[in-house]
């Protein structure tokens, strides 16, 4: 897994989290002080941020729909163990391919 994007990942959930810990202080619409209503600008925050954990996911193979493009199939390798001992055991081990 790509280190950066998964930094990229916990920094939008973070900053989801904090938005909408905002949005529930305050509320929805706003009035400025030139007396137009306008949404919060948290919310503005909170969606964009879900866009960004949504793509990550796909992504990281996370999501419904990038779970169908996941291939997993086994391979067999024997130990470096049960070579020595002249036993032919293998040893299961399961390769990705997102």
Same mark, same amino acid.
């Given at each position: 897994m790509d280190r950066a994007a998964? *930094? *990229?990942?916990?920094q939008a959930y973070g900053r989801w989290v904090e938005a909408e810990r905002k949005l529930k202080e305050t509320p929805l619409l706003i009035k400025l002080p030139s007396g137009y209503i306008q949404q919060s600008p948290w919310l503005a925050v909170a969606n964009k941020q879900l866009e960004l954990m949504h793509k990550y996911l796909a992504e990281f193979g996370l999501s419904p729909t990038s779970r169908t493009r996941v291939e997993a199939r086994a391979l067999q390798k024997t130990s470096k163990f049960a070579g020595l001992m002249g036993r032919d055991y293998a040893a299961d081990w399961l390769e990705l391919n997102v």
């Open positions: 998964l *930094a *990229a990942y916990c």
